[in-house]
């Protein structure tokens, strides 16, 4: 069922509870190392939550966790359960974009609980959010949970029990541009996965938003299409920030020039913002790393560029 095209009242789900059930959905990517999600489960287990999920895992289709029908309905039977009070993504990948036709919009909009994830899961989180209003949290998948800073692990916790609006300061932001204070509502995710609904029935303008935008080991030249094709396409225009969190090369070591790589990135970005007086911050401490901050999607977020702190309605 089909909601109406634009929800204009955000749809807040209530926060978890010590002992709460999570449910455990795979709309992406296939589970390839089984102890990161037993590691992930005990994570969970330490915070004080109980898991749901299948007994045998996912049988895996390829690249998927399933078949586009099966991780659908996982995804509808898990918001419906009045026994699960919140859902983790198992991981990313690929996914997302195949099932969002077979999303039970209504029942989503009755029943709304926190989704927590990143990656690939920004696509179902942004689809969520433009037609239903439905708030989520950006973070860690459960099988990163397992290869996250201990600062992310508690921010993740905390952000669960409904502890999202305390201020993310972080001394590695760069302000590239822009000063004072702007507030409008969060959206973004991963640049390659949100690439994907341009030109889409699943696209939504971003205008009068402060998009967030991170992605990890791609050639520099395929971040600056992908950057070169949003604003072709008009996705900068009317924004009221923009906050780039982990953009990090492919590998390691000394031949890797990592600072000159995201100088390049940042550099870009500043090339193609259509004004130079909004605020634009790079280096979040958020994305495909260990230090993968929390922060929920679809409130009102405020970038305050004097103190360099983003905080939350």
Not at 80 to 90: F, M, Q, R, T, Y
Not at 157 to 177: N, V
Not at 178 to 204: E, H, Q
Not at 206 to 212: D, E, K, M, N, V
């Amino acid at each position: 069922m089909n909601l109406p095209e634009k929800i204009h009242s955000m749809l807040l789900p209530q926060p978890l509870k010590q002992g709460d059930l999570l449910g455990i959905v795979a709309p992406a990517g296939m589970l390839g190392d089984e102890s990161l999600f037993h590691a992930g489960i005990r994570a969970l287990t330490e915070m004080g939550f109980e898991a749901k999920f299948p007994r045998q895992l996912w049988p895996g289709a390829g690249y998927l966790a399933d078949c586009d029908d099966n991780r659908a309905a996982e995804l509808n039977s898990l918001f419906a359960d009045p026994e699960v009070k919140g859902l983790v993504a198992l991981r990313g990948g690929y996914g997302c974009l195949r099932i969002l036709d077979k999303i039970d919009l209504e029942n989503i909009a009755s029943h709304p609980k926190l989704l927590v994830g990143f990656s690939d899961i920004t696509v179902l989180q942004n689809y969520l959010y433009h037609k239903t209003g439905l708030v989520s949290l950006h973070g860690p998948t459960l099988t990163s949970l397992a290869g996250s800073s201990r600062e992310t692990v508690e921010k993740f916790h905390a952000s669960l029990l409904g502890q999202w609006t305390a201020p993310i300061y972080a001394e590695t932001i760069a302000q590239l541009q822009g000063r004072g204070r702007v507030t409008a509502p969060l959206i973004g995710g991963n640049l390659a996965s949100l690439i994907t609904v341009l030109g889409t029935k699943y696209d939504s303008s971003w205008a009068g938003t402060i998009l967030f935008l991170e992605d990890v080991n791609e050639p520099l030249y395929k971040v600056d299409r992908m950057l070169t094709q949003l604003a072709a396409a008009g996705k900068f225009s009317g924004l009221k920030g923009i906050i780039l969190g982990d953009f990090s090369p492919q590998g390691s070591g000394a031949n890797i020039d990592v600072l000159g790589y995201k100088q390049s990135v940042w550099n870009r970005i500043i090339e193609l913002c259509p004004s130079n007086d909004i605020p634009v911050w790079a280096n979040f401490p958020a994305g495909h790393c260990a230090h993968n901050i929390t922060f929920p999607l679809g409130v009102l977020a405020t970038m305050d560029c004097s103190g360099r702190t983003l905080t939350f309605a």
